[in-house]
């Protein structure tokens, strides 16, 4: 059976704050809906309480928007239809390059481990909503996953110069579950942002994006859970006006015979990554931070930390598989005493 934690992958420690500034209270709305099979939660600061609300409507009209134009998950997508149906071509927009235009980076990061074409790879193992409804699931062969292995190779996407985006036999399907939800966050905070918001965030199960600091100029403290007990916290993290993303082998997975199996691939072996078991990445927008953690999931320990060092804009945290915590130059966080 497949189960996802539902515990938030982060935890968010902060204080309710109701400030008076200029005469005016400054308080704090929020408000959660379902989408992306998980809850986003959207919360804002503001002194004016009906245009934080109206500004959190339109940022949640914009992740669904997304949510319905492309999620491989959603019936009638432009990725589900590209997977489901005998026409293997689509037409991309302008934001649809974008995101491929991202997923292809990834994919060289990576030296092609991250591959947004495991979709079968990841049906063999359970992870479908139909697999939730066995009662027992069967530990694939190596038969099976070597077979399954030939339906995955991105190198068979391509774009067109005239944006035309089409599967190349024998890849069949896209599955945007690594990029897409954080693409939507990043997406929202952007139209927060332009609806005046100066201090927000948002919020799902392994990817925020904020805005700004608290009102009172304090940066926000973000806990990152234990993944070998996320009711615990491993660490609090300070951002300002920054993005996180949150890999673990303890979100989602499936039980098969006693001994879980987590959801991140390695596409060349067909079993889940091994020597990690979390990874925590900050950088200017959800969309990177959710591709990133990902990537570096299925990139060796030191590479990933090579990279991440010579850039300015990236920091990372590895759990890996004994429990070590190893960061980048930059990455700073308070460690949470037993």
Known sequence: MVKTNKIIAFILVFLSIFLI?????????????????????????SDDKEKAMNSIEKAFNEIQRIDEKYNSKVEGSLIYNLNTTDNKTMKLDA????????????YELSEHKYDVTIAPLLELWGFTEEAMELPNLKLPTKEEIEFTKTFIDFDKVHISEDGTLSLESPVKEIDTGSFLKGYA????????????????FITSISS????????????WKIGLQNPENPSEILGIV???????????????????DGKMYHHILDKDTGYPVEDKKMVVVLCDNAFDADLLSTTFF???????????????DLEILIVDKDMNIITSKNFEYEEVKK
């Open 208 to 219: 925020m994006d904020l805005i700004g600091t608290k009102p009172e100029g304090k940066p």
């Open 238 to 256: 300070p951002l300002k006006n920054r993005a996180m993303g949150v890999s673990g082998d303890y979100q989602t997975y499936v039980e098969i």
């Open 21 to 45: 500034s200029c005469g005016k209270k400054v308080e704090k709305v929020e408000e959660s809906k379902f989408l992306f099979g998980t809850y986003i939660k959207i919360v804002v600061y």
């Open 95 to 106: 934001e649809g390059l974008e995101l491929f235009e991202g997923v292809k980076k990834a």
């Open 298 to 312: 299925l990139m060796p320990i030191d590479k990933a930390i090579d990279y991440v060092n010579s850039r300015d």
């Open 185 to 200: 966050i990043y997406r929202a905070k952007e139209v927060l942002k332009a609806e005046g918001i100066d201090s927000a």
